[in-house]
């Protein structure tokens, strides 16, 4: 298996196009779960379809996404990665091509949960292909150009669909998929090689079980992350139903994994400490890259009354220092640089950009006031990233690579929904408890109130109202003053409530992570 592996290492302008092409589909995959948020309003008009109905143009690429991620290891084994990865890549583009073409909201449901099930193998099998066909002692400088794409691919999406839902049409979101996939899919062909290590297992091998109940499994739990506030949680028959099917599903599967002869999913590689411990770092970090990557843009959007355009191109700056600081952070990683020390300092950085911004969430506040904290923001995921997704894959050897590259894909995805869902609760339920409290503030009585209403009252019957008028818009526009600053405490609790979760990390990391016989090695975590 060692001299497979080591079979596997490219060099020279074969390796510089092997990773260009896995980048650029991990981009490209990352890229279009935010480009399509920007052109909801219009498709929505285009193809006359209602808010929930839109809403699942989103949904089901994130279904197809997480019932794939798991998958990629064992169906790269049955097809050969070099073809599995090829197919992919022209699944995901021909899907492209047919969402820009489609003529109703059924149509483009179903395009886009075609182009998720293409589209959830580019991400992981990328950085599998790339670990592999780097020199091991080059791997820290391979994972920083990989996570490159994955941090910038958020940020990306929405300025870049901002643009060209301004300038062009929705269609041509999906279309710009199209000449770089043709392109990946000719280099893959060319370039990639497949390695042999592990058997293909003949239809009555494969164990369907394990597939169904991974499905089923997966695809309610990510269906509950997504839909969960829009149906009221708990309150909705549906939400309860799948959070049961959720949890047998998984439960059932990992019992089958376990017990199958040919496993789709092979768990026992977690028994790998490195492995185990990045896979749950990999949780943190797509529940806060995605959730303040969620939440800064509907700040801006909701309160500041930016454009999504605008809201984009804020996190520009800061995502091209993180160019600038993952290669730096590779480089410390293969002077020997103990990567827990970068962890925890990257987990740490992050804790202090959410306490920045809780400190300028104010109505009036500007880009310049952002600009600081998201270059912390930046050094953060740049001193977290690079070491963590090194450190996960760093002692897996052969096929357990693709294994490793599949659960921390899929983590971090799930991170991501756990994020954007958790968020998203709790602005609406943290809003409604402002509310409350401040509105006990505004006694009616009270002659600082009256003197409010009157002035405010006074300046609209100066713009032609008659008194009563005048006196119901200024108690609405009280009553909306009293929703900003509910919303504004309430983005304050949601940073703060993400900086907690990361800077508790900070000694777990620094506790469960040890150095020995100079090789970083994680001690067992449930001891």
């Known amino acids: 298996m060692q001299n497979q592996q080591e079979s596997l290492v490219e060099h020279g302008p074969r ?12 981009l490209l995959e990352i890229i279009d779960t935010t480009i399509v948020n920007v052109a909801l309003n219009n498709m929505r ?36 990665r070099r073809n599995y990865f090829a197919a992919s ?36 099998t990328s950085q599998t292909i790339i670990t592999e066909s780097w020199p091991p002692h080059k791997r820290a400088m391979a994972q920083a150009i990989y996570v490159l794409g994955i941090i910038v691919g958020p940020t990306l999406g929405p300025p870049l669909g901002g643009f060209i839902v301004d300038n062009y049409s929705w269609p041509f979101i999906f279309y710009i998929n199209i000449p770089v996939g043709v392109l990946a899919a000719i280099l893959t062909i060319q370039y990639v090689r497949s390695p042999k290590y592990g058997a293909k297992r003949s239809a009555s091998e494969v164990d369907w079980l394990g597939i169904f109940l991974l499905t089923v499994g997966i695809s309610s739990l990510q269906y509950v992350l997504e839909k969960g506030q829009e149906d009221d949680w708990f309150n909705s028959k549906l939400i309860i139903t799948l959070c049961v099917s959720a949890f047998l599903g998984l439960y059932l599967f ?46 801006t959007q909701s309160l500041l009354g930016w454009t999504a355009q605008q809201a984009g191109l804020l996190q520009l700056p800061s995502t091209l220092f993180v160019a600038v600081m993952m290669p730096l952070v590779a480089i410390l990683i293969q002077k020997g640089v103990q990567q827990k020390f970068l962890i925890a300092m990257g987990m740490f950085i992050f804790y202090i950009f959410c306490m920045m911004c809780y400190r300028i969430i104010v109505p009036d506040t500007s880009a310049g006031d952002f600009f600081w904290p998201l270059m912390v923001r930046a050094l953060g995921m740049g001193l977290l990233s690079v070491p ?50 401040v509105i006990s503030h505004l006694d009616v009585n009270d002659l600082k109130v009256q003197n409010r209403v009157s002035q405010l009252a006074a ?63 994680l001690a067992d975590a449930a001891h």
């Not at 609209?460 to 909306?480: E, P």
């Open 15 to 26: 390796l510089v196009i092997i990773t260009i092409t896995c980048v650029f589909c991990a």
């Open 45 to 80: 008009g285009s193809l006359g379809a209602t808010l929930n109905e839109i809403s699942w143009v989103i949904t089901a690429y994130s279904l197809a996404n997480v019932i794939v991620i798991p998958l990629t290891s064992w169906l790269s084994q049955q097809f050969g």
């Open 89 to 124: 890549v022209v699944i995901f583009t021909v899907c492209s091509f047919l969402c820009g073409n489609a003529h109703s909201i059924g149509e483009l449901v179903i395009f886009r949960f075609l182009q998720g099930m293409g589209g959830g193998a580019l991400l992981v």
């Open 254 to 299: 990992i019992w089958r994994q376990l017990e199958a002869k040919f496993p789709v999913v092979n768990l026992r590689v977690l028994k790998n400490g490195n492995l185990r411990m990045g896979v749950i770092l990999s949780f943190v970090m797509g529940f806060g890259t995605f959730g303040s990557t969620f939440v800064i843009p509907l700040f």
């Open 388 to 437: 963590v997704s090194t450190m996960s894959l760093s002692t897996l050897k052969g096929q357990e690579i693709g294994q490793g590259a599949a659960f921390t894909g899929m983590m971090r995805q799930l991170g991501g929904s756990f994020g954007v869902a958790l968020i998203s609760t709790f602005l609406s339920r943290e809003t409604s408890i402002h509310r409350v409290d």
């Open 459 to 521: 300046g609209m019957r100066g713009h032609g109202l008659d008194s009563l008028a005048a006196r119901k818009t200024a108690y609405q526009m009280i009553d909306n003053s009293v929703y900003v600053q509910s919303t504004l405490l309430s983005y304050m609790d949601i940073f703060m409530m993400v900086g907690l979760v990361f800077v508790v990390f900070v000694p777990i990391v620094l506790i469960a992570i040890k150095k020995s016989g100079g090789k970083v090695s």
